[in-house]
């Protein structure tokens, strides 16, 4: 995949809030030409309402932007194909390159923005704030949605009703849960033993365990795992380990949970000792799935977006869930996703909304992810494509769903505020930087996060 995928615009927390902090969003209509109903963001008469449509005849027209490597504009193509052969409607796809948040900001306020895109995690309070979304829960949640509601993970949809008052904004589109990958080669060469997969099916994939495998490994003159600044990496160590990082009401509490400052000063000790080394601090231009393609290091937390190219390389991998304290169970972690949202401006939201459902459900997400797609179902009955390949690629992948429907995605208290969602990854660096202790590290953190506001 190019630089440009699912690891740097969904697990990066410092991927620029502040483009989508939108001006009031003009009047008009959406970049796509409008097919039939009404328009101007208006709900349609009997005649277009979509949420009575019977039968596959929509037709009209409709248009759709989200971010893509080659490989996934390809796919995305013949799925508009598709659908326009299926529901008579004439699907514009367009590939929005660069900053995405930004290049969303600037077609927004210049009233060309696709009837429905894409919206990353850190993105979705700020375009509810300014009135750019349309609620479609109502919609998902009705008899004639063709994407029922209960069909979707809902443990991945918080983010998506950012007002906390049931009203959703987005569905997810499907996801990429944090997964242990690990070189099998390595940690044989290691002398580790059974591999982590084997551990956790005999019940013994535990903290000690872990530790047992970046200490062999590096001892080898290889790296063990890297540490990165992005929310998902050291939240789903604390959460794995059984922290708590939040309070009844949404507040972080992360220094005042035992288990979660435990994981800190657990990771902080593997910094100190080499046996974990962090993202920040590898050279200029090295990257950390660059270092687990060239054999160089032996674990990656990643999702499923890396199999494609390990596809193509030549050594044994697979994949386990995170260790945990009893290393018999499966602990929830971060579940990278991203939603696709109905443009407020949608020439015809009626119609918008369909196409949201379709694309997000059963259909629309077999037909995107089906025969080698890059993630994760984010709707039950799909849990099959994981495992399509003969045999199965990773030999475990039936732990991608696992992962996927224990998960957690970008909690809300960081995902609300625009200060916290653009700047965490950055002070998360400058405090790893500073070598700043494990106790302060966690004082830091949660004050930030409540408050958006350095201590």
Known sequence: MTTLNRRTLLGASAAGISAVALTACGGGSGAGPGGGGTTGGKSGDAKADYMKAEGNNFGGSISWGSWANPGEAKRFNEYAASFKQKYGTDVKFQVVSGDYASKIQTQLVGNAAPDVFYVGDNMMAKLVENNALVEIGEYMKSSASRSPFDQHLTNLLDWCQPKGDGKFYGMTVDCNPATFWFN?????????????????????????????????????????????????????????????????????QIDKDDACM??????????????????????????????????????????????????ELKFNYDIAPYPTIDGKEIMPTVVYVAAMGVNAKAKNVDLAKAFTAIYTGVEGEKARLAGGGNAVPAVKGLENLVEEDNPPLPKHAKTFNDLAGKGYAIPLKIANNAVVASNLGTVVDKWIKAKVSAADFGKKLTTYINTGKES
């Open 184 to 252: 099998q080669d390595l940690l044989q060469e290691a002398g580790y033993g059974d591999d982590p997969a084997k551990r956790f099916e005999g019940g013994a994939w535990t903290q000690e365990a872990v530790d047992e495998l970046f200490t062999k490994v590096t001892a080898k003159g290889k790296k063990a795992h890297v540490l990165e600044s992005g929310y998902g990496h050291w939240l789903s160590w604390m959460t794995t380990f059984g922290g708590k990082p939040w309070a009844d009401n949404g507040d972080c």
């Open 262 to 311: 435990k994981a800190i000063e657990w990771m902080w000790g593997h910094l100190d000792k080499g046996t974990m080394t962090y993202g920040g601090s590898l050279p200029k231009g090295q990257g950390v799935d660059a270092l687990f393609y060239a054999k160089q290091l032996a674990t990656i937390p990643y999702g499923r977006w890396i199999l494609p190219n390990l596809k």
